[in-house]
């Protein structure tokens, strides 16, 4: 499946339906009065955020959205029909922006949220609407109003809890799928992993969490180099990193800090979200005990981060490293600290 995280697609209202001029003409009557309807106000485009789609892949083949406009308001002072409104489906954890403005116009997190990008125009009034004493008989209608129009930009950020970072080749993809039911590319080369992977890991009481694997980076991402680092985008909503580092390169140490210095370069609180650090393949140097001591020691010299021994192809010591996490979870939830979580959601609809 390809994997499209952003898009640009053009939005519009349906217009307002006109109001009409019309006179009562009944046998009896000799003098109707004005009966002119008003027009029917145009539909909206509302995105809605649908638990099943994954990408914005089908916005690489619509880019224009338009929602049906109102009737026209009838002459025995019927109101025209209102247009129907054109829903669009987005996934969750779609971000809305003005692409001419770069406002923010909405964060679609919920199954099922909704957001208005492109209001109907109002429907014109009919001229009965301008009966009056002076005026009893009014030759004045109003056009309906053109619906609104606007460029908006529409960027995915997955929702996921916690996010595998490391190097390429550090083991992420191996790790989430042996956490989880996920099942990504696995292989002995950088860069395997070119899309993030959500997989969901079980607490021991049965909830689940979603990680999200990502692509490797590398020194220099920031300034593109390897796949540069666009792609941290999805993990900018999680509440904890794990960080996952080959032992058996020749200095881990240094790897730790490559990365670290990517998350600063990308920022966007990525640089200070609370990490548990993943010391992967320790199978392959287990006859050497006392260097998995000495990394271990130097690693815990330049950070507060807990640090855990694991193998994630042999399986071993990730309970202790999971335990960590739910621990570090749910302090949070107890201090009702979640820096990474959205915000609660206010609808925002526009204008
Ligand atoms: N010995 C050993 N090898 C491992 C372990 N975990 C992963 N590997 C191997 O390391 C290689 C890279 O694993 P991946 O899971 O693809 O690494 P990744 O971090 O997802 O790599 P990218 O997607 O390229 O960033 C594979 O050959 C794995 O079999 C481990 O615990 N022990
Ligand atoms: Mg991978």
């Given amino acids: 499946m390809q994997f ?18 019309a006179f009562r003409r009944e046998k009896y009557v000799p003098t109707g009065g004005p009966a002119g ?9 509302i995105l809605r955020a649908d638990q099943g789609l994954q990408t914005l892949l089908d916005f690489r083949y619509a880019h224009r959205f338009r929602a049906k406009n109102g009737a026209r308001g009838g002459p025995k ?11 669009v489906e987005v996934p969750c954890g779609t971000v809305v922006y003005d692409a001419d403005t770069e406002e923010l116009l909405g964060d679609l997190v919920r199954p099922q949220q909704e ?34 129009e606007r460029t908006i930009r529409l960027e995915l950020k997955l929702l996921a809890e916690v996010g595998i970072i490391g190097l390429p080749n ?16 696995i292989a002995d080369y ?51 990193l794990l960080h996952v ?62 640090v855990f021994s694991i193998s994630a192809v042999a399986q071993l010591g990730l309970e202790d490293m999971l335990q960590a996490i739910w621990t570090h979870l749910e302090a949070e939830e107890h201090n009702g600290d979640s820096p990474g979580q959205p915000e609660p959601f206010v609808s925002t609809v526009y204008p």
């Fill in 77 to 87: 002072n019927q109101t025209g029909a209102t247009g129907d409104d054109r829903v």
């Fill in 170 to 185: 550090a083991g992420k993809s191996t790790l989430i799928s042996s956490i989880s039911a996920a099942r990504p590319k």
């Fill in 190 to 240: 950088p860069f395997t992993t070119l899309i993030p992977n959500l997989g969901v890991v079980r607490k021991p009481t049965g909830d689940g969490t979603v990680f999200a694997d990502i692509p490797g980076l590398i020194e220099g991402a920031h300034v593109g180099t390897g796949l540069g680092h666009d792609f941290l985008r999805h993990i900018e909503r999680t509440r904890l």
């Fill in 245 to 306: 580092i080959d032992v058996t390169t020749s200095d881990p140490v240094a790897d730790y800090q490559v990365i670290q210095a990517e998350l600063s370069a990308y920022g966007h609180g990525l640089e200070t979200r609370p990490q548990v650090l993943a010391l992967n393949k320790v199978d392959a140097i287990a006859q050497d005990t006392d260097y998995l001591h000495l990394i271990r020691d130097q690693i815990k010299a330049v950070t507060p981060a807990p």
């Fill in 115 to 148: 957001l208005c990008v492109a209001q109907g125009g109002k429907g014109g009034l009919g001229n009965r609407h301008f009966l009056s004493n002076r005026n009893r008989a009014p030759e004045q209608a109003l056009p309906g109003l053109p619906g609104a």
């Fill in 4 to 21: 499209i995280d952003q898009a640009e697609v053009i939005v519009q209202g349906g217009d307002g339906g006109d109001g009409i001029v």
């Fill in 37 to 45: 309807g008003n027009g029917g106000n145009g539909g909206s485009v």
